[in-house]
């Protein structure tokens, strides 16, 4: 059996226990429930809040730079900190951690395998105790841009193709991957359950994309499936190591966990995250979309119409 | 009160939850949520039918930390509540009692005990003029004295 190109990039729970003291080690947990932090956290850890911490509140982006540092200088991490992320939802929102992390520069990063999930399977300690480490200084040095993508960046990658066209054709070498559930892809949902907030005036998705939800590259403990079950789950949809691939979902973090899939885990070399996403996408006016659910609404409604009279008109 | 404040009053409920577990003998049982994004709340509410008030309530439910503690504490504060009262309540208001600055960011996860809350009293008041019951104590209907909608919810009795 094949192993992951990067196996180091994930830890496993043995590894947190034996280090949650190290000080050259920082846990960093990162949840989509807010306040699960504060029920109790592995012994050690500290607590990044996606929303909170990591975007900037006034304009959509992430914080920028400097904001970067004095978080990083906060938390006590510095240059030289290894960070370990873990979370709930299968480590979802630790992969988008870990992107901007990784996004500012960040090298030495790793993901604990089974996240938050696995470390309570294993009945392993909890606490509620508040921490702070030492503050350091941080310099953000060479940021990783060539791991985002803007919206420009997608719409070359397709081709730029008229938005009229029914039918799109990804350029050679290109490969655009839709992360979200089937429903949000066939255009028949505009949001995610329970997120109206982040939804969309436009259904389906980015023509040329295929989809691949997030989830199928973890199993029900939360562990990521092995890099064989991920091989064939991605070159199946033609997903393939040599080409240039762009991820995407709603708003970059479901995608998060693809592209440390498929950049950091199995070593693809040109893999971007467009955090955009589809509340960009299926925001913006004249942008090309594919909607299936809409070719196949209107199939149905040609199919039973009455067909007009001569004469009516 | 301030940030940590709030926050270790919601971490209490979620931890220590009041008004947990199912009420054996309920009028009505409606549950809300989304299984589909973890967040469940199945509210099981007594009414005392002659003044229209909250006999007995409880819930049971799984989810993030917000919507089971927004659970626990609004099933004490209706404790006795006049049914009229609750349907009255406005989402705002919840988001405001739970801690506007932490919740914010989860508004559908913060009012969604309330939303079946009053979904169930919305059961009890129809199975109560199916009844031929009580008909008429409800003239202008239960749904017209809501203030504003709940930010998502969706409802199964």
Redesign the interface.
Request: net charge neutral.
């Given at each position: 059996m094949a192993d992951y190109m990067n196996p180091e990039l994930l830890v496993s729970t043995d590894w947190v226990a034996e280090h949650s003291s190290d000080p050259a080690v920082r846990i960093v947990e990162s949840d989509e429930d807010v306040l699960l932090y504060e029920t109790g956290h592995i012994p050690g850890a500290v607590k990044v809040d996606w929303h909170t911490d990591l975007n900037d509140e006034r304009i959509r982006d992430y914080i920028d730079a400097p904001a970067f540092a004095r978080l990083m200088g906060a938390l006590g991490i510095g240059n030289d900190t290894t960070v370990v992320f873990y979370g709930d939802k299968s480590n979802w929102w630790a992969c988008y951690a870990y992107w901007v992390f990784r996004l500012y520069g960040h090298d030495k990063l790793a993901v604990m395998n089974g996240g938050r999930k696995k470390w309570l399977a294993e009945k392993r300690p909890l606490t509620r105790e508040a921490l702070s480490y030492p503050a350091t200084t941080y310099s953000v040095m060479d940021a990783h841009l060539e791991i985002r993508a803007f919206r420009e960046d997608v719409l070359r990658h397709i081709g730029r193709p008229n938005a009229r066209r029914e039918r799109v054709e990804l350029p050679e070498g290109n490969a655009l991957v839709d992360v979200r559930s089937p429903g949000e892809y066939s255009g028949e949902l505009l949001h995610m359950p329970d997120y109206p907030q982040e939804g969309a005036l436009r259904g389906g998705h980015i023509p040329g994309a295929v989809s691949i939800p997030w989830s199928k590259a973890v199993a029900d403990d939360g562990t990521f499936r092995s890099a064989d079950e991920i091989k064939s789950l991605y070159e199946a949809q033609g997903i393939t190591p040599g080409k240039d691939i762009i991820v995407y979902c709603r708003i970059g973090e479901r995608s998060s966990l693809t592209w440390f899939v498929l950049h950091e885990l199995m070593g693809y070399r040109r893999v971007c995250n467009y955090d955009g996403s589809w509340t960009e996408w299926g925001n913006v006016v004249g942008l090309p979309v594919e909607n299936p659910s809409l070719e196949e609404r209107r199939r149905k409604e040609a199919r039973t119409a009455p067909h007009p009279e001569m004469g009516t008109m | 009160v301030n940030r940590a404040e709030i926050?270790?009053f919601?971490?209490e409920h979620?931890?220590s939850p009041s008004n947990r577990g199912r009420l054996a003998d309920a009028d009505v049982i409606v549950s809300g949520?989304?299984p589909?994004?973890g967040?469940v709340v199945t509210i099981f509410l007594r009414v005392d039918h002659e003044n229209d008030r909250v006999a007995a309530v409880s819930f049971e439910g799984e989810g993030?930390?917000?919507s089971q503690?927004a659970a626990s504490i609004l099933t004490e504060m209706v404790s006795g509540s006049p049914l009229g009262e609750i349907e009255a309540k406005d989402y705002q208001g919840m988001m405001d009692v739970l801690g506007r600055e932490?919740v914010r960011?989860?508004?559908?996860?913060a009012t969604l005990a309330l939303s079946t809350l009053k979904a169930a009293i919305k059961k009890y008041r129809r199975q109560r003029t199916a009844e031929g019951v009580d008909g008429a104590s409800t003239p202008e209907g239960p749904s017209s004295r809501e203030v504003g909608g709940p930010?998502?919810a969706c409802h199964t009795e």
């Open positions: - | 926050i270790d919601l971490v979620a931890r949520g989304n589909n994004c967040d993030c930390t917000i503690a932490v960011s989860r508004p559908s996860c930010p998502a």
